[in-house]
Nanobody
Framework: QVQLVESGGGLVQAGGSLRLSCAAS????????MGWFRQAPGKEREFVSA????????YYTDSVKGRSTISRDNAKNTLYLQMNSLKPEDTAVYYC?????????????????WGQGTQVTVSS
């Protein structure tokens, strides 16, 4: 199995940027497709972005497309999410997740392992 620890969250003004990181340990990182999800207060956890094992394919939800970039460094066992032009509606706890099998990337049930989350707060 794999253990995931997110970092990089914080308080930022609207229009600002943050880079989230997710450090993986345990089994070989490159065996897993990876995703970012977020959960705002009172709302369900939702898909943000995902990346295939090699990084050749990336996926984004429409609300962050063009403002965010997902990447991974398999040599460093780390997943990243660069978020630019942040908006107050991006405020949420952000979670990274790892999946071993399956073709899909956007559903929560596709993922086997989850981190504890990192808070992102965007002030207006």
């Amino acid at each position: 199995q794999v253990q995931l620890v997110e970092s990089g969250g914080g308080l930022v003004q609207a229009g600002g940027s943050l880079r989230l990181s997710c450090a993986a340990s345990g089994r070989t990182f490159s065996l897993y497709g990876m995703g970012w999800f977020r959960q705002a207060p009172g709302k369900e956890r939702e898909f943000v972005s995902a990346i295939s094992r090699t990084g050749s394919r990336t996926y984004y939800t429409d609300s962050v497309k063009g403002r965010s970039t997902i990447s991974r460094d398999n040599a460093k066992n780390t997943l990243y999410l660069q978020m630019n032009s942040l908006k107050p509606e991006d405020t949420a706890v952000y979670y990274c997740a790892a999946k071993e099998y399956g073709l899909g990337y956007e559903a929560l049930y596709e993922y086997d392992y989850w981190g504890q989350g990192t808070q992102v707060t965007v002030s207006s």
